[in-house]
């Protein structure tokens, strides 16, 4: 399709020399990046891995010459085929871009510009840089969409954005990344915003392509699993540095720098032992210095001695191009991660009521359509809930996984009467919570709280730590002062935050030390059931893992129940007793984790395991070819809602009538039309799941 | 975009018959009796109970509004009891001098405004920003009048290059026309540039900032087309909306500056009804005034989803 390459094959198509960037703005100057290097040749993927604030992006960003005013090239150099792109004009680099350099970003929500169609953004690069005219355009820009897999091109080019589904948007933004044929692409967490079957079919789409042009691209991701899908080799980025790069493989399987062997530790892992805590990286990222005197990692480190703490580290470089930022590496070679001691103390033992904590009856939620006088401007409403019903036992933790837009918020809130239900009861310990709320019961309320995704937008900023902590206490008549600072100071240590945290505000927080005071807050009304909405889905991996263990502790320690409403599939794996799979605002199954792992499978369900992104690590098994859905809209009326993406489709009955629920062991149930038996055959996800 | 129209003409039917009947009312509530007023101070009680009758002001209100409603669907806006004639010409010709007036001033607020705000968005922070942020302030803070006799002051008395007032019919020559709105027009491109350059700036600023605009720039367009194509069509919202109420403010409020250059427009004919408590002259401007009102909002909906194809759809998509 292409010519063959004329640069030669020894010549990296990306040559980024001793990159050194910092950031100034008026708190003063920032170093982003420190002396970076890294070399990607013709056809290789290259994966620059790192929790948020590593500088991963910058890197990006620099080779773009997308920095900002603020960011300033301290020293280094970025040969592109050859070329210092430092030494070129704007206007020529700019002319690079979108031609010799294609670009995919994260959020292809915001990426794409609302005024204009989806067909005039994807010509524009071809106009500019290859002098078509809007007419020649037109018919590539089909070709490209057909290419980035869309089958109706036609009518895609002329919709307008917010017309697509998230899936089609980035694969509209791929198309316009490769429509001048680039040798070159940067991908900055091109899925990080997508559902995981839509991440697979953009990653498998993303490795064709690069496999059929020969591109070679800079894949930024904070994602290992993803990583391993689809590059060769890594390169490790920990507080502005490189600490280790290798081959994929090799990296993932095994670990050398201290830094690397944390993160992989910290992924839950589905097929492991539950109950247990998460190994986890202590602390969190520091403030990179303008010349690091240290090891970056030597804080957060389980095997620092005085000497990393006395010398900034060098990349020690060995065979194979695994080169790692650690004097003591080869002395690590074979030392695990250390594994935390299993839970502090034993589940505490359910009481001895049999009554369920909560009971959610045929729940229902439409969001209002349109009513209006003028016929054309009448609409249906939203169906966002359909009919669920589930209940938590005391001390439970019930799992509700779901893409975006299949309810599990509206179910959370639903039940927690933030949001009125359309039908539907929510029974809390025998009392109906909505009449409850409605009356203004504050007993109630006491009992049931909420830990949000967004730590930072969760808080006041205006308001102190404590201030929001004591906030629920006021409310319970806990009005003495002093008292209320002993409360106060109990909960911050309760959550593990020092008790002086109290006179500080959210921005001078880290993401996860936020999140601990929003659960303080929680605790502090003595609850015994908490919804956690994507509690940890905004977290770096190793903050994640500080965050899931606490919340094990506190259910152990305080007999709470949470409904824990996440997106993940590891972490429910990691935490929850029971799973409710959602689709379309209906539950497709539902039943103990062990149950939903195995089959038999709902099709959802199915697909949705075997999408999600696994790291070669030991005891993960072999990938099973994972099951590609349509990137389609959620189908509502009548018949089945997800039979507009199952790949098991039956027919007719499908679109015709609701699914029977049909139970299998141990309050294992799902909503199909294929019967049980069948469902059962299938070859599971995670073959060598623990028993 | 045909629905979405006709969803906004729906609407505005139904804004100008609410209207209608509120002009309507307030204009019975006003103090003092027509029949009264017509037939002077000394009038027996039997010359004005004839003149109430003659004019219907002894029906029920409902009847006198479906007698006045009618009139103006015929075009018959009624007759001027100061002026004694035909209310429909004397308003009309008030309308289109505010109309010259206000459309002129628009049209350089909205080319000089956008222009500004871009170019201080632009440069956030350097010289040009700054000058543009400073003036803008001057321009807020500095009452109308002000202005409006300062430019008269300089140009009209001490350097005698423009007329201090007054309005001179386009048949008096194009210069002689021109002349007469010079002074009026910068005074109001004065007091409404401020608002709309720094409207402009903010807005630009955040599209500046979306990843809209950073993948343009990925994407190798000039930084011109990133600006003009990508982030100023966006950016266009907020000032669209200030540009149509401005130019609804322009067409009936703009009282003082048509009393202090004698520009006979829409203002000044209300305020003269108003002194002269001429009723169907003030129902007549009031109601021609709120119409522009409703016109200039109009326009901005439709422009509103020209730009923004989001809107478009909701509107119109079922």
Known sequence: MRAPSDSSPQTPVLDVRNLTISYTSARGTQRAVTDVSLAIMPGEVVGLVGESGSGKSTVAMAVLDLLGEDGVIETGDILFEGTDLRTLSATERRALLGHRIGAVFQDPFTSLNPAYTVGDQIAEPLIRHKGFSAAQAAPRVEELLAEVGIREPGRIARSYPHQLSGGMQQRALIATAISCEPRFLILDEPTTALDVTVEAKIIELLASLCDRHRLAALFVSHNLGIVNRLCSSICVLYGSQI?????????????????????????????????????????????????????????????????????????????????????????????????????????????????????????????????????WRRRSGTVAVDHVSFTIERGEVLGLVGESGSGKSTIGRSILALIE?????????????????????????????????????????????????????????????????????????RVGLPIHYAERYPHELSGGERQRVNIARALASEPEFIVCDEAVSALDVSVQANILNLLSELRDELGLAYLFITHDIAVISHIADRVLVIYGGTLCEEGPIERILRPPYHPYTEALLSAVPRLARAGDGPERPRILLEDTMVTTSGGCVFRGRCPRKRGAVCDEQAPPVQTAADGHRIACHIPLAELAAAAPVFPDLVA | ?????????????????????????????????????????????????????????????????????????????????????????????????????????????????????????????????????????????????????????????????????????????????????????????????????????????????TNYVKYARAKGMPERVVIFRHALKNALLPTITVLAINFGWILGGVVVIETVFSYPGLGRLLLFAIQRHDLPLIQATILLVSTAYCLANLVADLLYAFVNPKIRHSMSNN
């Open chain 1, 421 to 493: 239900p359309s039908a539907g009861k929510v029974t809390f310990d025998g009392a109906d919570f909505v009449e409850g709320a409605r009356q203004g019961d504050r007993d109630l309320r006491r009992r049931a709280q909420l830990v949000f995704q967004n730590s930072a937008a969760s808080l006041n900023p205006r308001k102190t730590v404590g201030a929001a902590i004591a906030r629920p206490l006021v409310l319970s008549g806990l009005t003495e002062p002093k008292a209320r600072r002993e409360k106060v100071a109990e909960l911050l240590s």
């Open chain 1, 243 to 375: 600490v280790e790069t290798g081959r994929t493989r090799d990296v993932l399987a095994d670990p050398v720098h201290p830094y690397t062997k944390g993160l992989i530790a910290a992924l839950p892992h589905i097929t492991a032992e539950r109950h247990q805590r998460l190994p986890s990286i202590p602390g969190t990222v520091g403030k990179a210095a303008a010349m690091p005197t240290a090891c970056v990692f030597a804080q957060r480190c389980p095997f620092v001695e005085d000497a990393c703490r006395n010398q900034a580290q060098a990349l020690r470089k060995s065979a194979g191009g695994r080169d790692t930022r650690c004097w003591k590496s080869d002395a690590l070679k074979e030392a695990p991660w250390p594994t935390e001691a299993g839970l502090a103390t034993a589940r505490k033992a359910p009481t001895q009521q049999t009554a369920p904590l909560i009971e959610v009856e045929g729940l229902c939620k439409t969001f209002d359509g349109g009513r209006s006088i003028l016929p």
């Open chain 2, 1 to 209: 975009m045909f629905l979405f129209t006709l969803t906004r003409l729906v609407y505005l039917g139904v804004v100008l018959v609410v209207m209608s009947i509120l002009v309507f009312l307030i204009t019975q509530a006003m103090p003092g009796d027509v029949a009264h007023l017509i037939a002077g101070q000394f009038a027996s009680k039997e010359v004005v109970e004839a003149i109430s009758i003659k004019l219907g002001l002894d029906q029920p209100l409902i009847v006198q509004y479906g007698r006045w409603a009618a009139g103006i669907l015929h075009g018959d806006l009624g007759r001027s009891l100061t002026l004694e004639q035909a209310i429909a010409p004397i308003v009309i010709e008030a309308l289109i001098r505010s109309l010259v007036l206000a459309v002129s001033a628009l049209f350089i607020v909205a080319v000089l405004g956008i222009g500004l705000g871009v170019l201080a968005a632009v440069r956030r922070g350097k010289l040009s920003d700054q000058m543009v942020s400073g003036i803008s302030y001057i321009g807020i803070a500095v009452p109308d009048f002000f202005w409006a006799i300062l430019l008269i002051l300089v140009f009209g008395s001490y350097l005698q290059l423009l007329p201090t007032g007054g309005y001179a019919p386009i048949s008096d020559g194009f210069l002689a026309w021109a002349k007469h709105l010079i002074l009026p027009v910068i005074t109001l491109v004065l007091m409404m540039l401020a608002r709309v350059a720094r409207l402009t700036r903010s807005s630009m600023i955040d599209v500046l900032q």
